[in-house]
């Protein structure tokens, strides 16, 4: 069964349009959870989520964990071509072995201009 | 310049062929991390290892091996048992820190059947 689940699995928006891509868990140990972009290759780090109800912002980019739900959101605002790109929720979950890190599938963004 | 390395960018594989995938880092992370990705799906862990000389299997270990002799390097061989090889292998490492860790990750190499 699916440990992280995102949706919707793909979106076309354009430009100029406010996206909110969702991430829902289901771990044992829950330390983190974190937003990635990937373009071609590989992916890059956006956010780390802790705490439940503190938004990250980074420009046009906010996230915002809740623990209650086991989910977080990721918003773009004014989304440009330069978004398009899959956005991958990970959570960390800590087992006594060691962390690990359980990717959902990933939302594919189109921004049209 | 720190960063993690992946070489080769694509590596092709005959029937019956082992092949090793290369990842080098040098930031001092503890945590290396390997990752298959396939069109459509999320990341799926193959091994992981946290200090030298240990590893753990993930997810999908069977048909790939993996060592860790040095801090720097974790180099993941598939083997011929992987009998679905085809994928995007993404190489990660972190930094253990007190609590939190962040991954972060190579170029990633490109796998194909001949």
């Known amino acids: 069964e699916d440990k992280v689940v995102q949706s919707p699995l793909s979106l076309v928006v354009h430009e100029g349009d406010t996206v909110t891509l969702n991430c829902s868990y289901e771990?044992?140990?829950?330390?983190?959870l974190l937003w990635y972009k990937q373009e071609k290759k590989a992916p890059t780090f956006l956010f780390m989520l802790?705490?439940?109800?503190i938004e990250k912002k980074s420009g046009r980019l906010s996230s915002i964990l809740d623990k209650k739900e086991l989910s977080s959101i990721l918003n773009i605002t004014a989304t440009q071509t330069g978004d398009s790109a899959i956005y991958l929720c990970?959570?960390?979950?800590?087992?006594?072995?060691?962390?690990?890190?359980?990717f959902g599938t990933g939302t594919s963004l189109t921004v049209i201009p | 310049d720190g960063g993690i390395t992946q070489s080769p960018k694509y590596l092709f594989r005959k029937e019956g062929q082992n092949v090793t995938l290369s990842c080098e880092q040098n930031?001092?992370?503890?945590?290396m991390y390997w990752y298959r990705q396939d069109p459509g799906q999320g990341l799926r862990l193959i091994y992981y290892?946290?200090?030298?000389?240990?590893?753990q299997k993930g997810d999908i270990a069977e048909g790939y091996s993996v060592s860790r002799e040095k801090k720097e390097s974790f180099p993941l061989t598939v083997t011929s048992a992987q009998k679905n090889p085809t994928a995007f292998y993404l190489c990660?490492?972190?930094?253990?820190?007190?609590?939190?860790?962040?991954?972060?990750f190579g170029p990633g190499t490109r796998l194909l059947v001949l």
């Open positions: 290892s946290q200090i030298v000389n240990d590893f």
């Open positions: 990970a959570v960390d979950d800590f087992a006594n072995t060691g962390n690990q890190f359980y």
């Open positions: 930031l001092n992370h503890d945590a």
């Open positions: 771990v044992t140990n829950f330390r983190s």
């Open positions: 990660a490492s972190s930094d253990r820190g007190l609590y939190l860790e962040t991954q972060y």
């Open positions: 802790t705490s439940s109800g």
